[in-house]
Nanobody, 116 residues
Framework: QVQLVESGGGLVQPGGSLRLSCAASGLTVGIYAMSWYRQAPGKERELVATISSAGGRTNYADSVKGRFTISRDNAKDTVYLQMNSLKPEDTAVYFC?????????WGKGTLVTVSS
């Protein structure tokens, strides 16, 4: 069992930057990968970025590639999402996800609003 807590969301102007954090606690051993998802009101949840636990391999949605960077600090059991050059269409609730062999765990989300 793992608990995930996101932080770092807020209001930012277009072109600005934010860094989201996801702190994992509990039984973090066994996590295969951690990811960031986002969901805008009335829209389906979409995968933004993922990073593997073993090799640190990363993958990004085309819409954020080159602007967002996912990283991890294994000593702190924390995953980050650095978001640069933010656009209004990036506005969403961002969720942290931890994938195990048999289950997925989710944080409660943090709201990112990109608006002038």
């Amino acid at each position: 069992q793992v608990q995930l807590v996101e932080s770092g969301g807020g209001l930012v102007q277009p072109g600005g930057s934010l860094r989201l954090s996801c702190a994992a606690s509990g039984l973090t051993v066994g996590i295969y990968a951690m990811s960031w998802y986002r969901q805008a009101p009335g829209k389906e949840r979409e995968l933004v970025a993922t990073i593997s636990s073993a090799g640190g391999r990363t993958n990004y949605a085309d819409s954020v590639k080159g602007r967002f960077t996912i990283s991890r600090d294994n000593a702190k059991d924390t995953v980050y999402l650095q978001m640069n050059s933010l656009k209004p269409e990036d506005t969403a609730v961002y969720f942290c996800n931890a994938k195990y062999q048999w289950s997925d765990y989710w944080g409660k989300g943090t709201l990112v609003t990109v608006s002038s």
